[in-house]
């Protein structure tokens, strides 16, 4: 942002320090538990914190180029970005509240932190933008909104958008094919949340590394478990999915039992933890390790399994309903308002289309690779945040474009449809890139230096970001341009008459 705006983009950081600020006050005054899922809402919150700054400089930029005073293009800019800015906030909050009425545990989380973050967001990039920069006006500060090099960025563009539409479906189309057949051909990876299984919560007496405690645990399961940090750095929570009953023979071998004596799951799944994980344990003072019933029984030992819990495979059939529900849902609501909003229910099939081809590359690129790359692609609660948070954040950049769309047809109502659509796209096209890189890079960051654990979540969203970016520009006006070619056609009849 200071890149590209200068002193503007300092007044933007500001904004977004304020932002985050008042989010996390918001969701510790309510008590909230900040899960992976709500991490996503706040990475979606400050995306649109910073696109609500970006919509409201490149309005302002227009103005100056305009010869407007700086205090007039302020005043056009913030009042010509307004109605984006709300269109994009208000059909993603109502994404939020959908989730909120359909979703279930961590996914209401994310919905609970999305609502709180858009409502924050507003603030933050309307009243305090506005404040900060009336401030330096009016104390006569020095106030930019662009470098040099930064000044005409993307301004003399006339991509012919709606002319390589053709060119476009073909890509989509293409992309969706093979990720169907990644889906059909290889299946995906289900996690716990839809599969059932079992989570424990683990404390050693010193610290630990997750990806060592992973790796060790990997030699006593088929599959790696999936190990995250719990709380303190001496604490980690281990989610598995095994079968327990392929081990009873081994078992009952191992500790000489016959066919009639009784295992429960709990008793094999408990040994192989901890086999697994007992080297992580430091000796006692009397030289001797920590033993099977220390580790098992927390009333007996102060470390070792401190909490364990049971996803049965119905609480996990429920949870794959609600997700569905969750995400049909978001989109028909979607759908609702942009059909409303924009007068014409085509704008609302356009809008849908673009994230039905984002959802569908999401799910298929984690069908080719899984079990390909390094870290896990299991599908969860958090894979369905991560595809929840891509349709929020592409909506957005569709919504804007839209914006553009409409806003050309009032100033220019003898224009073509494709003339509007090809306008708003290329005008709207810095705003998309500096948008979507800003949220690319800070993701980038995330996935880099965040850790192994949040790092197929973090890749949802990478995935996301580039396919967003691609159907709001690519796919969702030349959709809609198709739906109404028709209408088009009877109306340059009418303007020839």
Same mark, same amino acid.
């Given at each position: ?10 007044? *933007?950081?500001?904004?977004?320090v304020?932002?985050v600020?008042?989010?996390?006050? !918001? ?29 409201i ?9 305009? &010869? ?7 005043d056009?800019?913030?009042k010509?970005?307004? *109605?984006?800015?709300?269109? &994009?906030?208000?059909t ?26 858009? $409502? ?9 933008t506005r ?12 106030l ?25 479906y ?39 590394n997750?990806?060592d405690v992973?790796? *060790? ?17 001496n604490? $980690?929570?281990?989610?598995t ?16 039992? =016959?066919?009639?004596d ?15 994980t007992k ?13 099977m ?19 049965e495979?119905?609480m ?36 849908v ?17 899984h079990?390909l790359?390094?870290? =896990?692609?299991?599908v ?12 929020g954040? =592409?909506?957005?950049?569709?919504v !804007?474009?839209?914006?553009r ?30 948008? =979507?890189?800003?949220t ?9 230096f ?12 990478l995935?996301? $970001? ?32």
């Amino acid at each position: 942002m200071v890149v590209f705006y200068n002193r503007a983009g300092w007044v *933007s950081v500001v904004a977004l320090v304020t932002n985050v600020f008042l989010l996390m006050g !918001v969701l510790a005054s309510i008590g909230a538990v900040l899960t992976l899922p709500g991490i996503a809402g706040i990475v979606l919150t400050m995306a649109m914190a910073v696109d609500g700054n970006v919509i409201i400089y490149e309005r302002i930029k227009e103005e100056i180029r305009a &010869g407007k005073s700086i205090a007039n293009s302020v005043d056009e800019g913030f009042k010509n970005a307004m *109605s984006a800015i709300i269109d &994009g906030q208000v059909t993603t909050f109502l994404l939020g509240l959908v989730l909120i009425m359909f979703g279930s545990g961590t996914i209401q989380g994310f919905a609970v932190t999305l609502c709180i973050g858009i $409502v924050t967001s507003l603030f933050t990039s309307i009243f305090i933008t506005r404040l900060v920069i009336d401030w330096m006006l009016n104390h006569k500060k020095k106030l930019s909104f662009s470098f040099s090099f930064t000044e005409n960025f993307m301004r003399n563009v006339h991509i012919d958008f709606l002319g390589r539409r053709k060119m476009f479906y073909i890509i989509g189309v293409c992309a969706i094919v093979i990720c169907f057949i990644g889906i059909f051909a290889r299946g995906l990876g289900m996690g716990i949340d839809f599969t059932g299984g079992r989570t424990y919560a683990v404390r050693f007496d010193q610290d630990v590394n997750v990806v060592d405690v992973r790796a *060790s645990l990997s030699n006593e399961f088929e599959e790696a478990p999936e190990v995250k940090s719990y709380g303190p750095s001496n604490q $980690v929570k281990i989610t598995t999915n095994i079968v327990a009953e392929d081990y009873y023979e081994a078992f009952r071998a191992a500790h000489g039992l =016959s066919a009639t004596d009784t295992i429960t799951d709990e008793m094999v799944i408990n040994e192989k933890l901890y086999a697994g994980t007992k080297q992580f344990f430091g000796k006692s003072d009397d030289g001797k390790e920590i033993t099977m019933r220390q580790f098992a029984d927390a009333d007996v030992y102060p470390y070792g399994i401190i909490q364990s819990e049971q996803v049965e495979a119905t609480m996990a059939t429920d949870m794959k309903r609600s997700s569905i529900l969750a995400v049909l849902g978001g989109l028909l609501v979607i759908f609702a308002y942009i059909g409303i909003r924009f007068k014409s229910w085509r704008f609302g099939v356009g809008s849908v289309a673009a994230l039905t081809h984002d959802t569908i590359l999401i799910i298929g690129l984690f069908a080719l690779l899984h079990g390909l790359l390094p870290f =896990s692609l299991d599908v969860d609660q958090s894979f369905i945040a991560a595809v929840l948070t891509i349709i929020g954040y =592409s909506i957005n950049a569709t919504v !804007v474009i839209f914006d553009r769309v409409r806003e050309n047809r009032n100033l220019y109502p003898k224009h073509t449809l494709i003339e509007h659509m090809n306008d708003a796209i290329n005008a709207t096209l810095a705003r998309t890139i500096n948008t =979507s890189g800003t949220t690319f890079f800070t993701l980038l960051m995330m996935f880099i230096f965040g850790g192994e654990v949040i790092r197929g979540f973090i890749f949802a969203l990478l995935i996301g $970001v580039v396919c967003g970016m691609f159907s709001s520009v690519c796919l969702a006006c030349p959709i809609v341009y198709e739906v109404s070619k028709r209408r088009e056609e009877k109306k340059l009849q009418k303007i020839k008459l």
